[in-house]
């Protein structure tokens, strides 16, 4: 049982690069999240999904798409990366009225 | 807007005492609550889970309290060890499906 991994680790990207961050759970949860997290201004909500084939937008959506085509992964996708895009990055995972685990982060930089 | 704060930003007590760190909240009609703990450089790691019917959790050292009607949430920890440094993040179900974060509470424990 690995929880939730984050593929990859590291990323640099030249401005205008695009790339795609993958999230896998091994929990059978219907609730998936990507955060993003800068100093001084926590941990940010930029797109969720409550079940296979469905996302919504969170508090910090633009420049990012999302895609949950298995229940198990929820993928994250960078079209024309910016500067401002250099974060970390987290994907979480509950079940309803459960818990929230996290993954161990991508950070990503964006020259 | 539904905010949720973590007053001080940090915090340095000595080893072995007892401390509490804070957690408040706009909305009383808040889902539950979780608490996390964040080392440098790493993942958010989960503490406890207050479900909205509950009004305190224990684990090991560690007990949350919630009070909906006053809007806060605290985190007791006994006998404070070293290993005990960390970001502690405090999060509020504001409904069944998103997360809003505090900034974290910094705690240093001093050997």
């Known amino acids: 049982n690995a929880g939730v991994t984050q593929t990859p680790k590291f990323r640099v990207l030249k401005t205008g690069q695009s790339m795609t961050l993958l999230c896998a759970q091994d929990?059978?949860?219907?609730?998936m999240y990507w955060y993003r997290q800068d100093p001084g201004m926590g941990l940010r909500l930029i797109h969720y999904?409550?079940?296979?084939?469905?996302?919504a937008k969170g508090e910090v959506p633009d420049g990012y798409n999302v895609s949950r085509l298995k229940k198990q992964n929820f993928l994250l996708g960078l079209e024309s990366a910016a500067p401002s895009q250099t974060s970390v990055y987290f994907c979480?995972?509950?079940?309803?009225?459960?818990?929230?685990?996290f993954g161990s982060g991508t950070q990503l930089s964006v020259l | 807007k539904q905010e949720v704060t973590q007053i001080p930003a940090a915090l340095s007590v000595p080893e072995g005492e007892n401390l509490v760190l804070n957690c408040s909240f706009t909305d009383s009609a808040i889902y539950n609550l979780q608490w996390f703990r964040q080392d440098p450089g790493k993942g958010l790691t989960s503490l406890l889970l207050i479900q909205s019917s509950q009004r305190e959790q224990t684990s090991g050292r560690l007990n949350a309290s919630l009070d909906k009607s006053s809007g806060r949430s605290t985190l007791y920890i006994a006998a404070s060890q070293p290993g005990d440094s960390a970001t502690y993040l405090c999060a509020v179900y504001f409904g069944n499906e998103k997360l809003t974060f505090g900034t974290g509470t910094r705690l240093t424990i001093i050997p």
């Open positions: 999904s409550v079940g296979e084939g469905t996302t």
């Open positions: 979480a995972s509950k079940a309803t009225n459960e818990k929230l685990f």
């Open positions: 929990m059978n949860h219907e609730y």
